[in-house]
């Protein structure tokens, strides 16, 4: 299968996720700057989802430019990411409209948990299709962010039910660690 059609769809997903995340911002009652205090916990949780969507966008974008082929485990793969990406609309509404309280922490970080276990599975599964001469591999060296994310994330959901304030810095940083730009695999392609 050609990697673009793969590509277009994941698009796509990642398109229709930001969407309905949008449209759970609601209009506030009335024309005054206090009219949207009351909307700021899910318009922060939000911001914080659209990042991790544009991080996980644009970091797809560059696992499959440095892949050549797509097999029957990388689609399985791929769709095993979306899936935990398509509940971000969900546990993005529930933690805002619960003022980030534990559980809602908790289960938000258990959704980005299984989205970041999904792209290391999606990584392996494009590393193994190019059998032995993959790019991507070279490019992901020891992978030290994705490798310290996962276990940030069982940290803040521990930590969501002693203080959710805690998990939601530590959801907070796992975000700025990964909007550092990852220069790793344009550097292997370039070459």
Same mark, same amino acid.
Request: net charge neutral.
């Given at each position: *299968?050609?990697?673009?059609?793969?590509?277009?769809?994941?698009?796509?997903?990642?398109?229709?996720?930001?969407?309905? *995340?949008?449209?759970?911002?609601?209009?506030?009652?009335?024309?005054?700057?206090?009219?949207?205090? $009351?909307?700021?916990?899910?318009?922060?949780?939000?911001?914080?989802?659209?990042?991790?969507?544009?991080?996980?966008?644009? &970091?797809?974008?560059?696992?499959?430019?440095?892949?050549?082929?797509?097999?029957?485990?990388?689609?399985?793969?791929?769709?095993?990411?979306?899936?935990?990406?398509?509940?971000?609309?969900?546990?993005?509404?529930?933690?805002?409209? &619960?003022?980030?309280?534990?559980?809602?922490?908790?289960?938000?970080?258990?959704?980005?948990? *299984?989205?970041?276990?999904?792209?290391?599975?999606?990584?392996?599964?494009?590393?193994?299709?190019?059998?032995?001469?993959?790019?991507?591999?070279?490019?992901?060296?020891?992978?030290?962010?994705?490798?310290?994310? $996962?276990?940030?994330?069982?940290?803040?959901?521990?930590?969501?039910?002693?203080?959710?304030?805690?998990?939601?810095?530590?959801?907070?940083?796992?975000?700025? *660690?990964?909007?550092?730009?990852?220069?790793?695999?344009?550097?292997?392609?370039?070459?």
């Amino acid at each position: *299968m050609d990697k673009g059609r793969v590509e277009a769809f994941s698009d796509g997903v990642f398109a229709i996720i930001i969407t309905i *995340m949008v449209l759970d911002l609601k209009v506030p009652h009335g024309e005054h700057l206090d009219a949207l205090l $009351p909307l700021l916990p899910v318009f922060l949780s939000y911001v914080l989802s659209f990042l991790y969507v544009g991080i996980y966008w644009s &970091n797809h974008h560059h696992l499959f430019q440095a892949s050549r082929k797509v097999t029957g485990s990388v689609l399985l793969a791929n769709l095993h990411l979306l899936f935990w990406l398509s509940l971000f609309p969900f546990v993005t509404g529930w933690m805002g409209e &619960n003022h980030f309280g534990e559980l809602p922490a908790a289960v938000y970080g258990g959704v980005l948990l *299984m989205a970041a276990v999904a792209y290391w599975l999606l990584q392996n599964a494009l590393i193994a299709a190019d059998r032995g001469d993959s790019v991507l591999e070279r490019a992901l060296g020891l992978d030290w962010k994705g490798k310290l994310s $996962p276990a940030l994330y069982l940290l803040a959901i521990l930590a969501s039910g002693w203080q959710a304030w805690l998990a939601q810095s530590i959801y907070v940083c796992v975000a700025l *660690m990964w909007l550092v730009p990852d220069r790793r695999i344009e550097r292997v392609l370039s070459r």
